[in-house]
């Protein structure tokens, strides 16, 4: 369902990642009570865990700032999804409230400090996806984005045939983005060098645990690259 290019492998050989398809789920714009207690207590755990002032320092951050900046990307500009909620969090501003399973993954990822890639399985064009390099003025048009950006070559993205659906692991793409209409969902806990696959499992255990008790259906047989 995935594949890691032979040029990425080489040069980054302890890069892996986790992902779980998750079908028949039910999106639905509003947070349900219980999400929204679940929203509460993470935060709370988030505060409680972590400092602004500290947060780079944190390993498991500074392992994907590393990997940013091997990557030729600054990281206090674009900065790994995971560290971006959890920022957002202890700056005091509101969780993202997006639709029930992008909530619940948010909440996975900010509890497991893992960037978490989330797609409409059924507005993706081709498969398996590649995690390969960007080509040069190849055009992403990201979630929230106004028009799209031109790659310089040194993202990694995840792809399919008509182009990429995330850089990775920073922001997914508005093509494949979990909307009200998606019935199957493939979650990706994108990992980093020097990030055990173990967190990663973990967390794409807990995003599957979250989606299937907040949005119903059934998830699949988490798989490691």
Known sequence: MIILRDEVRTRF???HFAFVKISGVSVRRERPPELQALVEEAIAEVRAKYEL???KDVPLFRAYRDFFWRLGIDPTKDRPSAEALVRRVLAGKP???INNLVDAYNVASIRSGIPLATFDMDAVASW?????????GELFLGIGM???VELSGRELVLADAEGPIAIYPHRDSDRTKITERTRRALVVAC???GVAVRRLVEAAQLAADYITRFCGGQAGKIQVV
């Open 13 to 15: 050989p302890t890069l």
């Open 53 to 55: 002032s500290t947060l």
């Open 95 to 97: 969780f993202p409230a």
């Open 128 to 136: 398996p996806l590649e995690l390969r390099y960007a080509k040069a």
């Open 146 to 148: 106004r028009k799209p």
């Open 191 to 193: 990992g980093a060098p």
